[in-house]
């Protein structure tokens, strides 16, 4: 019940932000040369003056901004996202089709980032300075450097093409009729190489918090009296080092909920996965605004809602701050 | 022992350093070693590398000599990076100071701007922001720039949230200094290193973000960024895989090297970690 | 006559007779079943051939749905839901007799009250280039259930009438669509048909299924199924045609360089064959609105300065030849046997028209600079900004190209006229009535794009223009055109610089395949698939 409360009232204190952003778009997606019947025709190839002047009025883009932003408005308040017009149909069931495949690579992108990173970050923390600690650090950096199209593209030369070993792209065998587990481990084998391209990016960002922060925690009183107690490494670590280490990953989560979302466009884009990141990047160019800002608002959704998981989990991991929550 | 001692005694900063000055190098000697336009049709497309004297690191598939393409490209990328991270850093301590400092209504109402920025994936703006108001590369560069303050806002906030509590900042008052002058002098210097050390980080990400742009088609087409290199590259990535590999490589020293050096300075700045082993 | 000599003497015969029924029973039964996935490039909004032409449509739901007539493999209009045409000596009544016996996928029969239906409501008033065609048709009459008699005010040839017809003349059921708002009908994301293919599932933006349709009026096709999935990156789409996610790609679905890489794969034919119908242009467009663009040696001046076939060879992997102008070469109709690129590659000659005109070399060498909009269209768009680029700054006029997004494009070049020059796309389609001439006939509203926006008029080719549209005499309009393509060629207010045709890629397991020069829009009805 706390919990409910506790969201609602998040969600409440950002709605005026969440509105002024969609407003904000809304006006900044008018300068933009070309509306979505442009878009449309280009696609096409054909155009026909007749035939895109009905199709600004079937799209209501034959009305003054302010007139469009009303209506927008108005059927915000009644929670309706209004219509795709690139897909012909509720911007809500658009969005809804599309997420389950990008939360899927968000959270196990994230996952692997944490587990990966977490397990680098105590191996290099405790050979700090010596050769295993150098190559983990670099390989981190060399991951984080690298652009991830690049990597993706790569990856699937190597082992889609050349190997054989995982399907190059999609999200899973279409038409395959596949149900259950059988299911489940295709979607898991699509889903593999866009994963670890999409991890590698946030990888050394969480090695380094983990091994700064256990060479932090390393030096404190309490561990060194732990050990001097004759606790056994592996316990000491997992008490207290790793405990304290996770407070500034759990925070870094919360900071990169967006940023996950951008590097979805670009995995997505690389590995043909239906899902939000690659139906932003069409919603602009085919300036399909009633989509964009949908996405916008279910992903700022995510980010409101990562945040609180993120404020829960802070609480339980530090008792100091517990109250608060 | 000075910041600068300690920073050159760590080996990653040091080769961090000396990575980026072989950057810098190569942007500085791009205009004497070629002299000619980089977009120029030097010769045939898709010569492979040290197949052909003239061209040591080939052609691409629009007929550029790809050495004068790295070269010139490292000026392009550098000052994306620069000048993407110096606005965004700018912007960044400008309202985090203001907002920490002040605290109160101008917190809330600043704070509330770069909650509207961070609710938004950042590479989504850029997208719509590109789209808006094109893709000319001085456009490209204030947009990065823009998307990316709201970190560096929220640090020096943190900081300020700190320091203003502190003993000499009430001094300072009683002393009847004005608040800008207590912000610049006596704040800011002391809120710096954070962001400076994260300041790397957003010139990598700027680096990064532009050729995300350009492998989408949609960073300018006018200039010999690295980006652009790898994007035309990608048509044809399965044979000439060097066009885009050998860009990919320049970038990756590149943010490499930035990186590097702020994880130098970091070690350097922090606290914490002096005296260690 | 001996036995043995009657034998003997039928031998022959009788081989041959075993060879015809060897491959009857091959051509009769061919392998049936089988899921034959290709791949789209793009997603077109809707899936109504009768409400948007674009081979984007027509690659999907030409499988679906019929048009009144196909091309044959030689380019002739053959029968499809019309079994035979006739016209009036005037020109203005047109009598098709539609195929008796055929229903729609939901079990209604098909009439002539269908054809008129679409003919007034669709294509006269939504169909894009449908509009233009039939702009003077009056009226469609049905005398009775297969007959369908068009009425125009003004000649319509009717060689110009089949062959648009082939894109322009899908008929999709009027008894889902009439009544209602035509825009929104649901029948356009799900679309009915008669064709071989029934409609399954349209999954937006991964996958469209159809299967065969048992009661078709040619017998049920051979496949199962047809999956389209709509892969929009190219190397994703590559590596889906190399591991056999995907068996066929057309209207150059994938890169160029892979397309030249997998022509030398064994598993794969890369071809322009079965696109014959598809020519297109890529094209050079001036904005006469600049003082030096009005200045026609300016003009020739820049198409001189461009190295064509160098262009073609190295950028394009050989695809393509330079363009005699916007007819193209593969249009045995109406390209004058005498027509040839009418401006060769001469540096020199294009810098001695640059100082005749006054535009000469000032300071760091350079005449003047233009600002270029790529209309985003495949990969050789960009790659000929690029060349034209750097083939105009050889001559000293500095070029910078101005990047948008294809609807950002679109706008500037074509609603704004914020441009020099442009670079994009000219489809041909089979008639230059039907998409060709508009290019260059002068009174296209503002904004109406691949239309004459150059600031460019010619009373002359205007009249040609219209006077070879309602000549219904195929000889002389074949001399009209040749006439028009002249004039245009001589004053050059655009250039279409290279003809080109679309290449498909497709895996040696597909059987039946590339035999009609609109196959990518055919209807596969006898296409097979050898298990892989």
Redesign the interface.
């Known amino acids: 019940m706390r919990l409910l409360a506790l969201a609602s009232r998040r969600l409440l204190a ?1 709605l ?3 509105l ?2 969609l407003v ?2 809304f006006l ?2 008018q ?6 019947v ?15 002047e ?2 600004r009025q ?1 799209y209501g883009l034959d009305v003054s901004v302010p007139i469009q932003l009303g209506r927008y408005l108005w059927r915000l308040v009644q929670l309706d996202l209004g219509f795709s ?5 509720p911007v809500a069931s ?1 969005i809804l ?2 997420l389950p495949v990008t939360l899927l690579l968000m959270l196990s992108s994230l996952l692997l980032a944490i587990a990966a990173g977490t397990a680098l970050g105590i191996l290099a923390a405790r050979r ?2 010596r050769w295993p600690d ?1 190559l983990i ?1 670099t390989l981190g ?2 991951f ?7 990597f993706g ?1 790569m990856s ?2 190597l082992f ?2 050349y190997l ?1 070993w995982l ?5 899973e065998e ?2 395959g009729g596949l149900t259950g587990l059988a299911r489940a481990m295709d979607i898991a084998t699509h889903m593999l190489l866009p994963t670890v391209t999409l991890a590698l990016i946030f990888l050394a960002i969480y090695l ?1 918090i983990m091994r ?1 922060s256990m ?2 925690v390393m ?1 404190l009183d309490y561990v060194r009296t732990a050990r001097a107690k004759g606790l056994g490494e592996a316990g000491v670590l997992l008490r207290h080092a790793l405990r304290n280490a996770l407070l500034p990953m759990v925070t870094l989560i919360g ?1 990169q909920a ?6 979805a ?2 995995v997505e ?4 996965l ?1 899902g939000l990141g ?5 919603a ?4 399909d605004l009633n989509t ?1 800002l949908g ?2 608002f279910v ?2 959704l995510l ?2 809602a990562v945040n609180l998981v993120v404020d829960l989990l802070y609480a339980r991991l530090d008792p100091r701050i517990g109250g608060r929550a | 022992m000075s910041t600068l001692g300690r920073f050159l005694r760590n ?2 900063g040091l080769i961090g350093l000396l990575l980026l000055l072989l950057v810098v190098a190569a942007a500085l000697s791009a205009p004497s070693l070629y002299p000619d336009d980089p977009l120029r049709l030097a010769g045939r497309p898709l010569q492979w590398p040290l197949t052909n004297p003239r061209f040591p690191l080939g052609t691409d598939n629009t007929g550029r000599d790809i050495a004068a393409e790295i070269l010139h490209g490292a000026r392009i990328s550098l000052a994306i990076g620069l000048v993407a991270t110096l606005l965004s850093v700018t912007i960044g301590i400008a309202v985090g100071a203001l907002a920490g400092y002040y605290g109160g209504w101008v917190d809330d109402a600043l704070m ?1 701007i770069a ?2 920025f ?7 703006l ?4 590109v ?3 094109g893709s000319e590369i001085g456009t490209v560069t204030l947009a990065i720039g823009l998307v990316s303050w709201p ?1 560096s806002a929220r640090l020096t906030r943190a900081e300020f949230l700190t320091l203003r509590q502190r003993e000499f900042i009430e001094a300072c008052r009683t002393l009847g200094m004005r608040d800008a002058q207590i912000i610049l002098r006596e704040i800011l210097p002391n809120a710096l290193p954070p962001v400076i050390v994260y300041a790397g980080v957003v010139m ?1 990400t700027a680096i ?1 973000l532009e ?2 742009l350009a ?2 088609n949609l960073s300018d087409p006018n200039v010999p960024s690295w980006g652009n290199l ?1 994007g035309a590259g ?1 048509a044809v ?2 044979v000439q895989w060097y066009v ?1 590999a050998i860009p ?1 490589l320049a ?6 090297a930035v ?2 050096v702020g ?1 130098g300075l970091n070690d350097a700045l922090n606290p ?2 002096r005296g ?2 | 006559m001996s036995t043995r000599r009657v034998v003997l003497a039928s031998l022959p015969a009788f081989l041959a007779a075993m060879q015809t029924t060897r491959e009857a029973a091959a051509q009769a039964v061919p392998r049936p079943g089988g ?1 034959l ?1 290709a791949h789209m490039s ?5 899936l109504n051939p009768a409400l ?6 027509y690659a999907i739901t030409s499988k679906m749905i019929e048009a009144l007539v196909d091309l044959d493999a030689t380019g002739k209009p053959v029968p499809v839901l019309a079994t035979s045409w006739e016209s009036t000596p005037d020109g203005r009544t047109v009598t098709f007799r539609l195929r008796e016996g055929v229903t729609w996928h939901d079990g209604k029969p098909f009439s002539s009250a269908d054809v008129q239906y679409n003919a007034m409501e669709l294509w006269k ?8 065609l039939q702009q003077y048709l009056d009226a469609v009459g049905t005398p009775d259930p297969h007959t369908a008699v068009f009425r125009y005010a003004r000649p319509m040839p009717l060689d110009l009438l089949l062959r648009a017809l082939c894109d322009l003349g899908y008929v999709v059921p009027r008894h889902l669509f009439e009544g209602t708002n035509v ?2 009908n649901p029948a ?2 799900a679309p009915v048909g008669t064709g071989p293919f029934k409609f399954v599932q349209y ?5 469209v ?1 159809a299967e065969r349709n048992l009661s078709h009026w040619r017998g049920a096709p051979p496949l199962d ?1 047809i ?1 389209w ?1 709509f ?3 190219r ?3 590559t ?2 045609i ?2 056999g ?1 995907v068996q066929v790609s057309t209207y150059n679905g994938i890169g160029l360089a892979d397309l030249d890489r997998l022509g030398k794969d064994p598993r794969f034919t890369v071809t322009t064959h079965g696109s014959e119908a598809n020519a297109f242009n890529n094209t050079l467009e001036f904005n006469h609105r600049r003082r030096e663009l009005a200045d026609v040696r300016v003009r020739r001046a820049i198409a001189h300065a461009i190295d064509v076939p160098f262009f073609i060879e190295n950028f394009l992997y050989g695809q393509g030849k330079p363009a005699a102008g916007p007819i193209p070469s593969t249009s045995a109709a109406f390209f004058p046997a005498d027509a040839k690129p009418p401006y060769a590659f001469d540096k020199r000659r294009a810098e001695a028209l640059l100082d005749e005109a006054g535009f000469r070399r000032g300071a760091g060498g350079v005449r003047f600079a233009l600002r270029l909009v790529p ?3 495949g990969e050789d768009v960009p790659l000929l900004a690029t060349f034209v680029q750097q083939s105009l700054q050889a001559v000293g006029i500095r070029v910078e190209i101005v990047n ?9 070049v ?3 006229w914020n441009f020099d020059l442009a670079t994009g ?1 000219h ?1 041909y389609r089979g008639d230059p009535a039907v ?1 060709t001439t508009v290019w260059y006939r002068s009174g ?2 503002k ?5 004459n926006q150059w600031g460019w008029q010619s009373d002359k080719v205007d009249a040609l223009t219209d006077q070879a549209a309602s000549e219904t005499d195929p000889a002389k309009r074949k001399a009209l055109y040749a006439e028009w393509l002249h004039a245009v060629n001589e004053e050059l207010p655009i250039w279409m610089a290279i003809e080109r045709e679309f290449q498909t890629i497709i895996s040696k397991r597909v059987g039946n395949a590339l035999n009609t020069p609109r196959w990518g829009s055919a209807d596969w009805h006898d296409t097979t698939l050898a298990p892989g």
């Open positions: 950002s005026p932000t969440l002024l952003v904000g778009l900044l997606l300068l933009a040369p070309g509306d979505t442009d878009a449309l025709t280009a696609q096409i190839g054909g155009g026909d003056p007749a035939m895109m009905q199709l079937f017009s690139i897909y012909g149909k658009v089709e599309r700090v300075h150098t650090s950096l060399v984080y450097a690298t652009p991830s199209f690049w593209l699937i030369v889609s093409i054989g399907p190059p792209g999609g999200f279409i038409g380094r700064a060479l932090e030096t900071l967006g940023t996950l979302l951008g590097g466009v670009v884009s690389v590995f043909a239906p690659r139906l932003a990047y069409d602009v160019t085919q300036r964009l996405i916008v992903s700022a980010v409101i | 080996p990653a509330r909650e509207m961070q609710i938004l994936p950042n590479f989504l850029l997208l719509v922001l789209a808006v108001f970190a990598a990064l050729s995300a492998f989408l790898i990608r990535l399965r885009s990919g970038i990756l020293v590149t943010v490499l990186s590097l994880q914490r970690l260690r082993p | 899921i996935t793009g997603e077109q909004r809707i948007r032409a674009s081979t984007g449509v008033k939504h169909l894009n280039y449908g509009t233009q825009l929104e356009n994301t999954e937006r933006g991964q996958y299924i199924r999956v999935r892969i929009t990156d190397s994703a789409a590596a889906a190399e591991t996610q209309i985003p269209n948008y997004d294809a609807a950002g494009a679109l706008t500037a074509y609603r704004d796309w489809q998409s296209s509203p904004g109406a794009p691949w239309t």
